[in-house]
């Protein structure tokens, strides 16, 4: 079973552009993660948030997260073409357990 | 460090054979991870290894099973392989006692398996 949906389910931008992706989930979590997956390849993780943390930045990636929501969003910014990849949330309950959700393909192009 | 290492990388079998999927975690992650990937289903969980023992599993057959042995190295078996269980497998090492809880898993580069 997954977790969260991820919307849009792809997307194509120019070098430079913003991107950005959006996670809704459905239970009680303790963290929410984003990873990258390039082209059939293992995930590899980006960045962690946690549910009493409402935003969070690494470099050029910024995560926010709304538990009322139960939504989290990744924006990415000055896309480059090394971007490309697909993009997947994945919720740890307390259970300790990561769920993944159904996953973002971004598309840059330079 | 080395990463998590996954064997064999490319895997072909028959409908009806049984597989074993090995995967060695970063040195010292004592929990393991194991996960299917499909287009149509994306990202399963199928199982969690901690010291040796399950800890949480997934919603699989039970054609699929797993273990982890005391060095942490896991291994899971899918027998009476069907079709359907073509699919890239990826497993996921993270830090000792934690897990998801407070890390990122770090993942292999996944076995895939093409059952003809």
């Known amino acids: 079973s997954q977790q969260g949906e991820e919307d849009p389910q792809a997307l194509s931008i120019q070098e430079g552009e913003n991107a950005t992706m959006n996670c809704s989930y459905k239970t009680s979590i303790n963290n929410l993660q984003w990873y990258r997956q390039n082209s059939g390849r293992g995930l590899v993780h980006l960045i962690l948030i946690r549910s009493n943390e409402r935003e969070k930045h690494s470099g050029r990636l910024r995560v926010t997260l709304d538990t009322s929501k139960k939504s989290s969003s990744l924006l990415i910014t000055a896309s480059r073409a090394a971007d490309t990849a697909s993009y997947f949330c994945?919720?740890?309950?307390?259970?300790?357990?990561?769920?993944f959700g159904t996953g973002t393909r971004l598309q840059v192009f330079p | 460090k080395a990463g998590v290492t996954q064997t064999p990388r490319y895997l072909i079998k028959t409908r009806g054979q049984q597989v074993t999927l090995s995967c060695s975690p970063i040195?010292?992650?004592?929990?393991v991870s194991w996960y299917q990937q499909t287009p149509g289903q994306g990202l399963q969980f199928l199982f969690e290894y901690f010291s040796e023992t399950q800890r949480n599993k997934g919603n699989f057959p039970g054609r699929f099973s797993g273990r982890q042995f005391s060095n942490s190295r896991s291994e899971m078996n899918v027998s009476t392989l069907e079709l359907g269980d073509s699919a890239l497998y990826l497993c996921?090492?993270?830090?000792?006692?934690?897990?998801?809880?407070?890390?990122?898993?770090?993942f292999g580069s996944g076995t895939r398996l093409t059952v003809v």
């Open positions: 994945a919720t740890a309950s307390y259970t300790d357990k990561l769920i």
């Open positions: 996921a090492s993270s830090s000792p006692g934690q897990g998801a809880l407070n890390y990122g898993y770090t």
């Open positions: 040195s010292g992650h004592r929990s």
